[in-house]
């Protein structure tokens, strides 16, 4: 069973200084607004979010449908946007696992796995003992996907009253959080050299290849950071 004390331990979170509740619901709230727009009915927004739970994820989707494109072609462009999950997790399990824990948590909160609820996650799984990380997760996890959920919602019924400028202006909020949140992250010279490589490439490749930006610009900033500052891990 899901210990209580630190599943609302980590739920709480979600209304704390640096909860990224308010940059979230914004994000998810165009999210609503745009499914609306492009013709879901209420219970499919309510799905992909529920479902899916993935901003840029989602977006692919709408775009994809928008267009026309086949649901095969959907699945593989979301499944690659998602990918950058892979990562994430790699880094985030080895702290929750104990061997008194079963595996259905595990398996059960990976659905919940986004930057937001990761960056949390690593700001304070070494404040809770590793026998209930799991838990401790599993809350931070459920607070963050509700919001998700809940903002959706609101932003489909409050679709009419939101033109295109202020859509765009909501779900750049959640980026900007994530930035903002991951520089407050940043422990070492690698991690520094990755995000600052990362904001001068991604711009550069942009005037080159606008669909391959973000793809290309990330993977050198990243090679890059790794050599020059990865081995030796010296605090910035």
Not at 173 to 186: E, Q, R, S
Not at 220 to 228: D, I, R, S
Request: overall charge positive; glycine content about 10%; some cysteine.
């Amino acid at each position: 069973m899901i210990n209580l004390k630190y599943f609302f331990k980590g739920f709480k979170l979600i209304k704390g200084m640096d909860s990224p509740a308010l940059a979230l619901g914004a994000s998810f709230l165009a999210i609503g607004a745009l499914l609306k727009d492009i013709g879901f009915n209420v219970q499919q927004s309510f799905f992909s979010t529920f479902f899916t739970y993935a901003l840029p994820g989602q977006l692919v989707m709408a775009e994809s449908f928008f267009v026309g494109a086949s649901l095969i072609n959907i699945f593989v462009a979301v499944w690659l946007v998602n990918v950058r999950l892979y990562p994430m997790s790699v880094s985030l399990i080895p702290l929750l696992k104990d061997k008194s824990q079963p595996r259905w948590k595990y398996y059960l909160s990976c659905h919940f796995l986004a930057v937001s609820s990761w960056l949390i996650m690593k700001n304070r799984y070494q404040s809770i003992d590793q026998k209930y990380r799991i838990d401790f997760w599993i809350g931070i996890g459920i607070g963050t996907w509700g919001t998700a959920i809940f903002s959706t919602l609101v932003g489909y019924f409050l679709s009419d009253y939101l033109n295109k400028d202020m859509m765009i202006g909501l779900a750049i909020v959640n980026p900007v959080y994530f930035t903002c949140m991951m520089i407050g992250a940043i422990k070492n010279r690698s991690i520094g050299l990755s995000v600052l490589l990362g904001a001068i490439l991604g711009p550069l490749f942009f005037l080159v290849s606008p669909e391959w930006s973000i793809l290309y610009g990330g993977l050198l900033a990243g090679t890059l950071a790794f050599f020059l500052g990865g081995k030796d891990d010296r605090p910035v």
